[in-house]
């Protein structure tokens, strides 16, 4: 099955700096990635996600680039700001058949110190 | 905005007992995922169902918990008898075929004392 891995576990950053949290996945047939962003105490939230079809994806201070020849996609924070203090998960999906289950990394847990 | 939602919020319970968790999923939505999490394994896939009929329940320990979808309001996870470690938050996922994004359900917090 699929295998996805997440770096790194923890990322402390200062307001105002970027952030950068990879992924890298097992299966090429995976063909949809996307990151979701958990609060404490709160449920997974959809962020943005990337289709195997694009290289980038952007919305404001969040990216997303996806590279299918290496198995790895990256989510890029631009401009942080305290309330993006958060775990981050990355996941990835081989869809066919009917079926899109989700594998999900293990997390990051990203502090923006003020 | 539509919603995923699970019933109870929160849930403590003795060992041995047994535990319902309850999800509606979103209208419309054909496909329903059970999700656990904890610190040290992150967010496991349990179960997960497609226009009512059970896909893959193989991360699902067969002998304890059974999930099951009896209408397309409905989905449960049960439990038993509960063990202490199976203490986590658990979490219902819907999604729609036609799309690729699935929405979370706020969780149950389960506690077996």
């Known amino acids: 099955g699929e295998n996805v891995e997440q770096h790194p576990s923890t990322l402390s950053v200062q307001e105002g700096d970027s952030a950068v949290i990879k992924c890298t996945y097992s299966?090429?047939?995976?063909?949809?990635f996307p990151w979701y962003k958990q609060e404490l105490g709160k449920r997974p939230q959809l962020i943005i996600d990337i289709r195997s079809n694009v290289g980038e994806k952007k919305d404001q201070r969040i990216a997303v680039t996806l590279n299918k020849t290496a198995k790895h996609f990256s989510l890029h924070i631009t401009e942080t700001q305290p309330e993006d203090s958060a775990v981050y998960f990355c996941?990835?999906?081989?869809?066919?058949?009917?079926?899109?289950?989700?594998?999900f990394g293990k997390g990051t847990k990203l502090s923006v110190i003020p | 905005d539509a919603r995923v939602t699970q019933t109870p919020r929160d849930k403590v319970t003795e060992m041995g007992q047994e535990v319902t968790m309850r999800c509606q999923p979103i209208?419309?939505?054909?496909?329903v995922f059970w999700y656990r999490q904890t610190m040290m394994q992150g967010l496991e896939l349990l179960a997960y169902?497609?226009?009512?009929?059970?896909?893959?329940d193989s991360g699902m320990p067969k002998d304890r918990f059974s999930a099951e979808m009896p209408d397309a309001t409905l989905a449960t996870l049960k439990i038993q008898p509960s063990e202490p470690r199976d203490s986590a938050v658990y979490f219902c996922?819907?999604?729609?075929?036609?799309?690729?994004?699935?929405?979370f359900g706020s969780g149950t917090r389960l506690t077996v004392v």
């Open positions: 299966d090429s047939a995976s063909n949809y």
């Open positions: 996941a990835a999906s081989i869809s066919g058949a009917g079926s899109y289950q989700l594998t």
């Open positions: 996922a819907s999604g729609l075929d036609s799309s690729y994004g699935y929405t």
């Open positions: 169902f497609r226009n009512r009929a059970p896909l893959d």
């Open positions: 209208l419309g939505h054909n496909t």
